[in-house]
């Protein structure tokens, strides 16, 4: 992106492994890229490609003494993997806050919704008084679009719906006026109509505060909706990263071709066959040499042996702004990338 | 009744005893799960159900299929009441219906080989011996696109979708004439759920089978449903060919529902009439009066409230239960089915 | 919340009526002559006969069942003229191989098992959450090891062998304290903690083993949640996200088993109390057994009842408490 600014987030060789039973797994392996203020960017990609693991990283919340976290994530300037607990204690939930996927799980059942969406206030600002935060929480339940919220401020999570309580989950987020906002699936676990409901206030709520959204993903439909900046990743790596026109356009690696092509969409002339990517996601434990799609990828033998023994590092890629790491030239990443038969 | 219809149900209702208990401990109430469905499923066919979670489509599946009993309604099955079948008889129908189950991990038994799972109902059918079996195992394998060789292998051993094979293996072990698919794709990934949905639509036009399709991804049926079912709160508001409820939604709450559904290309933004629902889907123990929708429509005048809109056929062909209907061009001058 | 404590308690009294019925047959069933039995081996046949129906033994089973619950509420009266005696409510029978209403028995022996009770839950329930706390938080280090290690074999250890171990080392061997003689805490309060120590102990690090693991393995599962990681990711500090989050969670089933626990130990821990001879309740059921001493028997089953069932229903409303999602429907 032309973007003069100094990134609100900047993630550097970042790189999670977690040590198992059976191996080593590189959730993420070596990912980088700048985020700037006001921006929507989306991350997608399969079941398992490391998004949440990175999103996680971001608040350093992969602290499991399994996890090895290396590499460098600025928020701020300051490097949240080597900060000290309190400053990352500082940076959560008031510089960058998080939407979890499953509304059902993430609100804590044994406190009204009230005292949540008022501790994480509370701990950013210790010395507000009750009428204040009481006044604070109801701002944000009305901002959110809880009906009624004098009265329901009292209840407890499990008497709210699904779509209630992502609404919930994103006062709790917004409270204090965070940077960046992290959703992770948020609207995953709900229904069309509801998901409208919570995109829709997401959109308008980054309006008003102005703060940079990071949502991940799986439905390019979402994407297509919300995103400016999209980052497609593939076990662990950022195989492609482009402005969302260029993605949907001329996106520029054999994955994402794959990817556009499978998704049944009901616009598009429905029957016959939807393109697939033949077989599955491989095991982060022992990733494939070179090019970890080259597997499933029908275009790997287009570039000699260098897609089975070099991992092909992220490259810009045409004039759209648009990177991506495949060893194909840029020209026949363009041309097939434009083309309506990209398979 | 026409020898073109492979499953009929008629008024089915499905309600769960639930509610906070007496004094002596029986419930009070019902969750009105499925209330009053009917529709016909076309020889060949694929009908297509899409919902709101909780609005009855699995209970709906599970109901057609008598793995529960219906409150009360009747199935026909090839024109065949199978409401009251038991015994032999049931074991029969259930030869000619299967279904395939959304968790592709759960509905497969861990401690029981590929070979073993896919052979259960031929082996519980009694239908074939040891040796038998296991080419037919190995035929069906084939069929579903899994390595036979793999036959000795364990569930874990499978990614989600080679699992979701696996079931569908073990559907069409007995050789069935209509299969109920409850949510078949939405645990997979979008690259795995094109795969399945082009196997259930090779097997489809290769075997005839007639296919309930459930799924609360309206694009997902819209791909492979000829006819489409909305259902709202337990009833279906609105039935009739894909091609048409998707073009032109008759029930508001279809097209609300269709309007939800993200665009699939960003240069769509900010497009107009896009219909935003208000609200979440009320309670199914205690639903509105009248017209079920009446509480989140745009449309709803004090007729919506008194009286329910039944489900039928208007002047322009289109199936609906709504008091207004969307204006739909008379001009596609089909004759009500 | 009100219906259901209602419902809870109604439950509860039919509950105990069943047991008492049930209890009462089973005793009346045994080939056991309770009016032989109370006057010994030379006993006249005249005299037997006298104290069956001095005792009520004499009429329908049903019947001394309507009797000995009557005299639960309204008190009890024995014999005739010169010999009457009686119960007084809430009456439990007459002891005649002790010459003494079961209540009065019961109300001896009891403290010493409430005391033995109350001691030694307090004690376990400090060691085992606790150890299971520090288990958790240090997962796979040694602390870990050591309480996993220390629920292992506490689990699998019985208390009757491990109580004359310790009795035996500690007494016998070291001589660290007399043997345990028990005195009530008004009379001589060093005397009751000297003799309390060794069962309090005995009991509670046995018991507190299955409370490590429950404590540990709870707390590990609810730091995997997600209410947890967005308490984390809200910024709170470490204790608040322990205290709140995890172990809220952690200590619902926790509740459950210590209600029934505890409401066990005071239906008589009869083998710590034969073991360090203290006389409670658990000591007084074995010796009725002994005797067939059968209305001591029924009342002690009863007592025991009485605090299983009483502790259910204090559990169900706690945890009513505790997890709001139980408390609204
Ligand atoms: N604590 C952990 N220990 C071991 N492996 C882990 C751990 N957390 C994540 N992983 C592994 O890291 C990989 C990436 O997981 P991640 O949750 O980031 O995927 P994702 O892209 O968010 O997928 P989804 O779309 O299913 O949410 C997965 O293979 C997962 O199994
Ligand atoms: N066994 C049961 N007992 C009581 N209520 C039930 C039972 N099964 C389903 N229900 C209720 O019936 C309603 C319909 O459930 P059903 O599972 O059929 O919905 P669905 O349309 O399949 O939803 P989803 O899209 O979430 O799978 C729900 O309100 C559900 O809570
Ligand atoms: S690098 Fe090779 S294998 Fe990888 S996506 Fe490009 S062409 Fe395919
Ligand atoms: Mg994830
Ligand atoms: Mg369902």
């Given at each position: 992106m032309s973007n003069t600014a100094a990134p609100v987030l900047s993630v550097q060789n970042l790189r999670v492994s977690f040590d198992t039973q059976d191996g080593t797994v590189r959730a993420v392996d070596d990912i980088s890229f700048d985020v700037y203020a006001g921006e929507t960017i989306c991350i997608v990609g399969e079941s398992g490609s490391g998004k949440s693991v990175m999103a996680g990283s971001i608040m350093r919340l992969n602290n499991s003494s399994t996890a090895t976290t290396e590499g460098k994530i600025l928020v701020n300037g300051i490097d949240v993997l080597t900060a000290s607990e309190e400053e990352v204690r500082g940076i959560r939930g008031s510089e960058v806050a998080m939407i979890f996927q499953d509304p059902m799980s993430a609100l804590n059942p044994y406190f009204t919704i009230g005292k949540q969406i008022a501790e994480a206030y509370v701990v950013h600002h210790p010395g507000a008084s009750k009428r204040e935060v009481h006044d604070v929480v109801l701002a944000m339940m009305i901002k959110v679009?809880?009906?009624?919220?004098?009265?329901?401020i009292d209840e407890y999570p499990h008497q709210f719906s699904g779509g209630m309580r992502q609404r919930i989950v994103i006062a709790i987020a917004?409270?204090?006026?965070?940077?960046?906002?992290?959703?992770?699936?948020?609207?995953?676990?709900?229904?069309?109509?509801?998901?409208?409901?919570?995109?829709?206030?997401?959109?308008?709520?980054?309006?008003?505060?102005?703060?940079?959204?990071?949502?991940?993903?799986?439905?390019?439909?979402?994407?297509?909706?919300?995103?400016?900046?999209?980052?497609?990743m593939y076990a662990g790596h950022i195989v492609e990263q482009s402005h969302v026109d260029a993605l949907f356009h001329s996106p520029t690696h054999p994955y994402s071709w794959g990817l556009l092509g499978s998704v049944a969409s009901y616009g598009a002339n429905k029957r016959g066959d939807l393109y697939t990517i033949s077989g599955s996601p491989p095991s982060l434990i022992s990733l494939p040499a070179g090019c970890a799609f080259h597997p499933r990828c029908v275009h790997s033998k287009g570039s000699g042996n260098a897609c089975m023994t070099v991992q092909p590092k992220l490259r810009d890629v045409g004039t759209d702004g648009s990177r991506s790491a495949c060893h194909l030239t840029d020209d026949v990443l363009i041309s097939i990338g434009r083309g309506s038969d990209r398979s | 009744?026409?020898?073109?219809?492979?499953?009929?149900?008629?008024?089915?209702?499905?309600?769960?005893?639930?509610?906070?208990?007496?004094?002596?401990?029986?419930?009070?109430?019902?969750?009105?799960?499925?209330?009053?469905?009917?529709?016909?499923?076309?020889?060949?066919?694929?009908?297509?159900?899409?919902?709101?979670?909780?609005?009855?489509?699995s209970t709906l599946a599970r109901v057609v299929t008598r793995l529960i009993e219906p409150t009360s309604g009747n199935i026909l099955l090839d024109g065949v009441d199978i409401t009251k079948t038991s015994g032999k008889d049931l074991r029969n129908m259930r030869r000619q219906m299967q279904m395939i189950f959304q968790d592709p991990v759960s509905s497969l038994n861990p401690r029981h080989s590929v070979g073993q799972i896919i052979a259960m109902p031929l082996r519980v059918q009694g239908l074939l011996d040891e040796?038998?079996?296991?080419?037919?195992?190995?035929?069906?394998?084939?069929?579903?696109?899994?390595?036979?060789?793999?036959?000795?292998?364990?569930?874990?051993?499978?990614?989600?979708?080679?699992?979701?094979?696996?079931?569908?293996?073990?559907?069409?072990?007995?050789?069935?004439?209509?299969?109920?698919?409850?949510?078949?794709?939405?645990?997979?990934?979008?690259?795995v759920q094109a795969q399945i949905l082009n196997l259930l639509e090779r097997l489809q036009s290769d075997l005839g089978l007639s296919m309930i399709f459930i799924a609360h991804d309206l694009s997902v049926v819209r791909h492979i449903a000829d006819d489409v079912a909305v259902m709202y709160l337990g009833k279906i508001v609105e039935i009739g060919p894909a091609e048409e409820v998707y073009a032109s939604p008759a029930h508001p709450y279809t097209k609300a529902l269709l309007s939800a559904v993200p665009i699939h290309d960003p240069s769509e933004r900010g497009g107009p009439g896009r219909i935003r629902l208000q609200g979440d889907v009320p309670s199914p123990i205690d639903p509105p009066s009248g017209c079920r929708f009446r509480t989140r429509c745009w449309k709803a005048t004090d007729l919506c409230g008194a009286v329910e809109p039944p489900l039928q056929a208007e002047a322009s062909g289109r199936v609906v239960a709504c008091h207004f209907p969307e204006e739909t061009p008379v001009s596609i001058g089909k004759s009500p089915e | 919340m009100f219906l259901f404590v209602v419902r809870r308690l109604f439950f509860a009294v039919v509950l105990l009526l069943a047991v008492s019925v049930f209890t009462y047959l089973l005793f009346a069933l045994l080939p056991t002559d309770p009016a032989a039995l109370s006057c010994g081996i030379h006993c006249k046949p005249e005299t037997v006969l006298a104290n069956r129906i001095r005792l009520g033994y004499d009429k329908p089973i049903l019947e001394q069942y309507w009797h000995f619950l009557r005299g639960i509420f309204v008190g009890r009266d024995y014999g005739f003229g010169q010999t009457a005696f009686s119960c007084p409510a809430?009456?439990?029978?007459?002891?005649?191989?002790?010459?003494?209403?079961?209540?009065?028995?019961?109300?001896?022996?009891?403290?010493?098992?409430?005391?033995?009770?109350?001691?030694?839950?307090?004690?376990?329930m400090i060691i085992g959450i606790g150890v299971g706390a520090i288990a958790a938080?240090?997962?796979?280090?040694?602390?870990?090891?050591?309480?996993?290690?220390?629920?292992?074999?506490?689990?699998?250890?019985?208390?009757?062998?491990?109580?004359?171990?310790?009795?035996?080392?500690?007494?016998?061997?070291?001589?660290?304290?007399?043997?345990?003689?028990?005195?009530?805490?008004?009379?001589?309060f060093s005397a009751f903690i000297t003799a309390m120590i060794l069962p309090w102990l005995v009991l509670?690090?046995?018991?507190?083993?299955?409370?490590?693991?429950?404590?540990?393995?709870?707390?590990?599962?609810?730091?995997?949640?997600?209410?947890?990681?967005?308490?984390?990711?809200?910024?709170?500090r470490l204790r608040v996200i322990l205290s709140r989050y995890v172990m809220r969670q952690a200590l619902i089933p926790i509740v459950t088993i210590a209600g029934l626990d505890f409401a066990g130990l005071l239906g008589g821990a009869i083998i710590t109390e034969s073991v360090f001879s203290l006389p409670g309740m658990g000591r007084m059921s074995i010796r009725a057994v002994v005797?067939?001493?059968?209305?001591?028997?029924?009342?002690?089953?009863?007592?025991?009842?009485?605090?299983?069932?009483?502790?259910?229903?204090?559990?169900?409303?706690?945890?009513?408490?505790l997890d709001p999602r139980v408390r609204v429907s």
């Amino acid at each position: 992106m032309s973007n003069t600014a100094a990134p609100v987030l900047s993630v550097q060789n970042l790189r999670v492994s977690f040590d198992t039973q059976d191996g080593t797994v590189r959730a993420v392996d070596d990912i980088s890229f700048d985020v700037y203020a006001g921006e929507t960017i989306c991350i997608v990609g399969e079941s398992g490609s490391g998004k949440s693991v990175m999103a996680g990283s971001i608040m350093r919340l992969n602290n499991s003494s399994t996890a090895t976290t290396e590499g460098k994530i600025l928020v701020n300037g300051i490097d949240v993997l080597t900060a000290s607990e309190e400053e990352v204690r500082g940076i959560r939930g008031s510089e960058v806050a998080m939407i979890f996927q499953d509304p059902m799980s993430a609100l804590n059942p044994y406190f009204t919704i009230g005292k949540q969406i008022a501790e994480a206030y509370v701990v950013h600002h210790p010395g507000a008084s009750k009428r204040e935060v009481h006044d604070v929480v109801l701002a944000m339940m009305i901002k959110v679009g809880i009906p009624s919220p004098e009265k329901r401020i009292d209840e407890y999570p499990h008497q709210f719906s699904g779509g209630m309580r992502q609404r919930i989950v994103i006062a709790i987020a917004l409270v204090n006026n965070p940077k960046i906002l992290i959703a992770d699936e948020p609207t995953t676990a709900l229904d069309v109509t509801v998901q409208a409901q919570i995109l829709d206030l997401m959109m308008s709520l980054q309006k008003e505060f102005g703060m940079t959204i990071i949502l991940i993903t799986h439905d390019l439909g979402v994407v297509a909706e919300v995103a400016q900046d999209v980052i497609v990743m593939y076990a662990g790596h950022i195989v492609e990263q482009s402005h969302v026109d260029a993605l949907f356009h001329s996106p520029t690696h054999p994955y994402s071709w794959g990817l556009l092509g499978s998704v049944a969409s009901y616009g598009a002339n429905k029957r016959g066959d939807l393109y697939t990517i033949s077989g599955s996601p491989p095991s982060l434990i022992s990733l494939p040499a070179g090019c970890a799609f080259h597997p499933r990828c029908v275009h790997s033998k287009g570039s000699g042996n260098a897609c089975m023994t070099v991992q092909p590092k992220l490259r810009d890629v045409g004039t759209d702004g648009s990177r991506s790491a495949c060893h194909l030239t840029d020209d026949v990443l363009i041309s097939i990338g434009r083309g309506s038969d990209r398979s | 009744m026409s020898s073109d219809v492979a499953l009929q149900a008629v008024d089915l209702v499905k309600h769960f005893p639930t509610g906070s208990k007496g004094l002596l401990g029986r419930p009070d109430k019902s969750v009105r799960a499925v209330d009053g469905v009917s529709f016909t499923l076309r020889k060949g066919k694929t009908l297509g159900i899409v919902g709101e979670s909780g609005c009855g489509k699995s209970t709906l599946a599970r109901v057609v299929t008598r793995l529960i009993e219906p409150t009360s309604g009747n199935i026909l099955l090839d024109g065949v009441d199978i409401t009251k079948t038991s015994g032999k008889d049931l074991r029969n129908m259930r030869r000619q219906m299967q279904m395939i189950f959304q968790d592709p991990v759960s509905s497969l038994n861990p401690r029981h080989s590929v070979g073993q799972i896919i052979a259960m109902p031929l082996r519980v059918q009694g239908l074939l011996d040891e040796e038998h079996s296991n080419e037919r195992v190995k035929e069906l394998m084939k069929l579903v696109g899994l390595n036979p060789e793999h036959f000795n292998r364990y569930p874990h051993e499978f990614s989600g979708g080679q699992r979701q094979r696996i079931g569908i293996a073990r559907s069409l072990a007995l050789n069935p004439t209509v299969i109920v698919a409850d949510e078949p794709v939405s645990a997979l990934d979008v690259s795995v759920q094109a795969q399945i949905l082009n196997l259930l639509e090779r097997l489809q036009s290769d075997l005839g089978l007639s296919m309930i399709f459930i799924a609360h991804d309206l694009s997902v049926v819209r791909h492979i449903a000829d006819d489409v079912a909305v259902m709202y709160l337990g009833k279906i508001v609105e039935i009739g060919p894909a091609e048409e409820v998707y073009a032109s939604p008759a029930h508001p709450y279809t097209k609300a529902l269709l309007s939800a559904v993200p665009i699939h290309d960003p240069s769509e933004r900010g497009g107009p009439g896009r219909i935003r629902l208000q609200g979440d889907v009320p309670s199914p123990i205690d639903p509105p009066s009248g017209c079920r929708f009446r509480t989140r429509c745009w449309k709803a005048t004090d007729l919506c409230g008194a009286v329910e809109p039944p489900l039928q056929a208007e002047a322009s062909g289109r199936v609906v239960a709504c008091h207004f209907p969307e204006e739909t061009p008379v001009s596609i001058g089909k004759s009500p089915e | 919340m009100f219906l259901f404590v209602v419902r809870r308690l109604f439950f509860a009294v039919v509950l105990l009526l069943a047991v008492s019925v049930f209890t009462y047959l089973l005793f009346a069933l045994l080939p056991t002559d309770p009016a032989a039995l109370s006057c010994g081996i030379h006993c006249k046949p005249e005299t037997v006969l006298a104290n069956r129906i001095r005792l009520g033994y004499d009429k329908p089973i049903l019947e001394q069942y309507w009797h000995f619950l009557r005299g639960i509420f309204v008190g009890r009266d024995y014999g005739f003229g010169q010999t009457a005696f009686s119960c007084p409510a809430p009456s439990l029978g007459y002891s005649f191989n002790q010459h003494a209403c079961v209540t009065a028995l019961i109300g001896e022996t009891f403290p010493v098992t409430a005391f033995l009770a109350i001691g030694a839950f307090v004690l376990w329930m400090i060691i085992g959450i606790g150890v299971g706390a520090i288990a958790a938080l240090n997962k796979g280090k040694w602390q870990d090891r050591f309480a996993t290690g220390f629920a292992a074999v506490g689990v699998s250890l019985p208390t009757f062998y491990i109580g004359l171990l310790v009795l035996f080392s500690v007494v016998i061997w070291f001589q660290i304290l007399p043997f345990p003689s028990y005195e009530s805490p008004l009379d001589n309060f060093s005397a009751f903690i000297t003799a309390m120590i060794l069962p309090w102990l005995v009991l509670a690090v046995l018991s507190a083993a299955s409370y490590t693991r429950l404590t540990r393995n709870g707390m590990l599962e609810a730091m995997n949640e997600d209410f947890v990681r967005l308490g984390v990711a809200k910024g709170l500090r470490l204790r608040v996200i322990l205290s709140r989050y995890v172990m809220r969670q952690a200590l619902i089933p926790i509740v459950t088993i210590a209600g029934l626990d505890f409401a066990g130990l005071l239906g008589g821990a009869i083998i710590t109390e034969s073991v360090f001879s203290l006389p409670g309740m658990g000591r007084m059921s074995i010796r009725a057994v002994v005797d067939s001493d059968l209305p001591v028997l029924v009342g002690t089953t009863m007592v025991a009842a009485v605090f299983i069932v009483l502790a259910n229903v204090i559990v169900d409303i706690t945890y009513g408490f505790l997890d709001p999602r139980v408390r609204v429907s």
